[in-house]
Structure formats: structure tokens, C-alpha cells
């Protein structure tokens, strides 16, 4: 079965549109999805951006809300957004990544519909809690998985692995041959890719 | 007749694509479309780049390079790198605001063509001549009206245009009620929008 990477990071917008139609997508063309949140920070950093590339660049940011606006009615999903943008999404990754598989997917558009659909805060334990009860799971549990040392060093490896693959931002879909497509509006072409594969 | 500007850079990578496949769509459309082509330069300017964020930021110009050649082979065009990179645009935006509107496309395509399907330099007179030539043009006389002052002074308010008009980047598709669509994927929905207007 042709198998894509999605990587995505709670604080990027795009990545909310993606989250929230990958699944159907791969579903329908029979691509299995394998959820890989990372952070953007470290990449970022590199570039010598210490804010969201949206706030740097008001014009790109601009623009952004308002792309963002139509993507979103075109999918009939809300859009809200959250103060303060970027959200601090390192919790948030680590309670992802703590996640059995099944159950990452569930949680991760939890946080986006939270996020980008309410506008709501996502940094801080109690409302991942909230949201953890709501996808039916041990939120104390999984909490203190989250922050066990093995879980933050498995981020910091999933973040060094999104580098080595060149990642240019998020969301990105990765096939098993290591052809990496960047953006929401490239869900399809990477869907193809696979299955070609 | 609902009408496109379809605003583009000559140095701009993702705009060749647009300017080889925009007139096709828009004339099944059913949709008029003006070429405005304008300048970069001074909207990064303000950004605080003084080359393309290809160059500056390695990690997305590796992607966009990959990406481009992705679409492209799909587009079947051929895909050379100009060096250096990016080209000096100044002299083909102003021969092509030169033209009339109706050998703008046919030259602006010739540009694209040369340079980023053959990887030839666009920057001087000579090769801009060669090219005027080619699609029938008086390739002396249009070169004298693009250096003339008028016809620099239409160029600065176009760039002044792009600027209010908030544009981002290159290409963008801007409808009737000043919508805003940026980069050769957005062209589809671009004209939808225009369609509904």
C-alpha cells in the first residue's frame, strides 16, 4: 500500500485545511497516512526567524489570513483566529507524538478545530486536557507521557528528520521515495506521486 | 466580460508556468485577461531583500527549484536555470509595457520561454531584440519607446499599483473587486472568482 508522510505543526495555518481533509483524500485514493507532527521553530531559526514568516512579513501575512479565509469557506470550515498567532505548539507536538497511532489523527484535528475553527488558546496543558477527554483519553496519562524524556527526544529526532529531508515549511506530504510537497495545495499532487510509485 | 489582471516578473520562476498556461484557461473561461507585467524589486525592497528569497533562503529555493520542475514536466516545458539567478528584469518589463496590448503575451511568453526553457540571459538590449524580432516586432523603435521616460513612468506606477494592491509576491491573478490570488496554482481559482462576480 503507497504510504505518505504528513507533516504538520500545530502552529502553521495551513496545516489546519490540510488536517482536516488529508485523511478522506488518502482514504479514497487508498494511500495509507502517517501522521508526523514536528515544529517549525528550529527550522525557522535557521533562517534567522524568530516569529512566524507571517508576522516578519506583513504583506505575505496579509495575504495569508485572507487565502486562508477562502480555503476555508470553499471547505466549509470555520476560521478564527487565535491570539496570540503563532500559537506556542510545543505541548501540544509532544502530546501528539505520546499518542498510539490511532488515536494522533483524532487528536491533531481536535486541536486544529480548537485552534483555527474557535480561535482558542492550544499552549497550555489544561486546554489540551480538555481536549484530550473529548477524543475519549487518559488526558493526566498522556500528559505525563508527553513530557517523559524518551517522548521530547522523540520530537527533537522527528524535527532533525523534517530538516535532513528539507522541509521548507508546513504542512508537507512526503512519499517513501523521499520526494517532499509542500503546502496544502499540493495534497493531491503528493497523493498522485504515491501512487505512481 | 469578466477580465483578470494577471500581474507577472520576468525573473519570477512560479510566473513562467502562469504565463505559458493563463491565456489557454482564461479564453475557455470565457475570461479577459490583461498582462501587467511589474517589478519585485521594490516590494522586497521594503521586505528587506535585495535578492529573490530563493537565494536568501536556501532551504525553500532547493524546494521551489524541485517544485518547479515537477510542474513543469507535468506542463511538458522545458526547464532551464538562467545564471545568474535571479535574471535583471527591468529592460523586459519595460519593453513588454511598451508593446500594444495585444504582442504583450506573445513576447512575454518568448521572454519566459528564453530564459527559463533555455536558460538564456534576458537582462540586455541584444537579447530582448533577438526576441522582439522573432514575434514580428520593429525591435529598435519598440526598445526606444521602452527607455523613454513615459514609458518608465508607466512601469513606477504599475510597481506602485502592485504595492497598494497588496500583492506578495509573483505571479498574482487580481480580479474586478481587487481579490488577490498569488502563484500559478491559484490561477483556477482565481477565475472562478472572476466567473461569479
Redesign the interface.
Known amino acids: 500500500m503507497p504510504v505518505i508522510d504528513f507533516w504538520y505543526e500545530f502552529a502553521s495555518t495551513y496545516s489546519y485545511p490540510a488536517a482536516m481533509r488529508i485523511e478522506a483524500l488518502a482514504a479514497a485514493q487508498g494511500v495509507e497516512l502517517r501522521w508526523r507532527p514536528f515544529l517549525l521553530g528550529p ?1 525557522f531559526a ?2 534567522g526567524w524568530r516569529d512566524s514568516p507571517f508576522n516578519v ?1 506583513p ?2 501575512g ?2 495569508m489570513w ?2 486562508l479565509q ?1 480555503l476555508c469557506d470553499a471547505l466549509k470550515l470555520p476560521l478564527a483566529r487565535p491570539d496570540p498567532f503563532p500559537q506556542n505548539s510545543l505541548l501540544a507536538a509532544r502530546v501528539a507524538l505520546a499518542l498510539p497511532d490511532a488515536k494522533r489523527a483524532a487528536f491533531s484535528r481536535a486541536v486544529y478545530a480548537a485552534e483555527f475553527g474557535q480561535g482558542r488558546t492550544i499552549s497550555d496543558p489544561a486546554s489540551l486536557a480538555e481536549l484530550l477527554r473529548a477524543i475519549g483519553e487518559d488526558a493526566e496519562a498522556t500528559l505525563a507521557r508527553a513530557q517523559a524524556p524518551d517522548n521530547k527526544a522523540a520530537l527533537k529526532a522527528a524535527c532533525e528528520q523534517a530538516q535532513a529531508l ?4 508546513a504542512p508537507c506530504f512526503v512519499t517513501s521515495d523521499k520526494e ?3 503546502g496544502n ?2 495534497a493531491e ?1 503528493a497523493l498522485d506521486w504515491a501512487l505512481r510509485l
Chains 1, 2 share one sequence.
Open positions: 527550522l535557521e533562517q512579513y504583506v505575505k496579509r495575504y485572507r487565502d477562502r528539507g522541509l521548507p515549511g517532499v510537497f509542500w495545495d499540493r499532487q
